[in-house]
Nanobody, 123 residues
Framework: QVQLVESGGGLVQAGGSLRLSCAAS????????MAWFRQAPGKERKFVSEITRSGGRTYYSDSVKGRFTVSRDNAKNTLYLQMNSLKPEDTAVYYCAADPFSREGGPYKYVYWGQGTQVTVSS
């Protein structure tokens, strides 16, 4: 029922920037907590960033804190991830995820996932 489609991935040089988008279906986007995860080749999927329903609170993994910024536009049903100062270790498939059920503030359980978009950072 909830469909998520990522876009904006591509090839970028180290130190460059990229902005990912995640378009969500439905009329209840503003009630979803949203998050970004990533999976590098041969590695497990890991948490990147999270944002509450209203966008008032955000969270980041230590590896991206200070370089990435998560945001959302509820009027457009879209989640964003602005990635700056990219490093080769940021290379991964990036996935967006939605939690339509949990109460505000969590704990969250992400049950809907997009297909992912490839981000490759060259050195």
């Amino acid at each position: 029922q909830v469909q998520l489609v990522e876009s904006g991935g591509g090839l970028v040089q180290a130190g460059g920037s990229l902005r990912l988008s995640c378009a969500a279906s439905g009329r209840s986007f503003s009630s979803y907590a949203m998050a970004w995860f990533r999976q590098a080749p041969g590695k497990e999927r890991k948490f990147v960033s999270e944002i509450t329903r209203s966008g008032g609170r955000t969270y980041y993994s230590d590896s991206v804190k200070g370089r990435f910024t998560v945001s959302r536009d509820n009027a457009k049903n879209t989640l964003y991830l602005q990635m700056n100062s990219l490093k080769p270790e940021d290379t991964a498939v990036y996935y967006c995820a939605a939690d339509p059920f949990s109460r505000e503030g969590g704990p969250y359980k992400y049950v809907y996932w997009g297909q992912g978009t490839q981000v490759t950072v060259s050195s």
